[in-house]
């Protein structure tokens, strides 16, 4: 689905990002019970692992985060907070982050580089992480 807010900024729904205990334990379940194939898988810059699967009939993916417990985005388990965040390719980071924040989402974490994309975080009324993804220009 792709909508164009107010301000010009077309985003693009792109994935969704969950928050896992053991990242082996859920990388082999969702190959082998949900039939899903491992697509990608990288470092964050604080310590964390991402995993990145996909069904083989759909575009949509899911990425699985795990964090160390010395990452500033660790957090002891609770029941609910599966969820990570949903991530949003936007053309222009940093003016997408702006314009969000200017209509009420709170700031997470600002713009930042890694390799070819550009990243920055907010969140909705409710706490849930909204994460715009943008790839950088050479």
Known sequence: MVTVWEGGILTKYFYTGIRVRDLERSIEFYRKVMGMKVTRRGRMHHGGVWVELKSPASEQRLELNW?????KFFTR?????????????????????????????RPEVEPFREDRYEFAFASDPDGIWIELIGRTKA
């Open 77 to 105: 388990y609770r029941k609910g907070e599966e969820l990570d965040h949903l991530a949003f390719r936007v053309s222009d980071v940093g003016h997408a982050f702006k314009e969000i924040v200017a209509k009420g989402a």
């Open 67 to 71: 964090y160390p417990a010395e990452s």
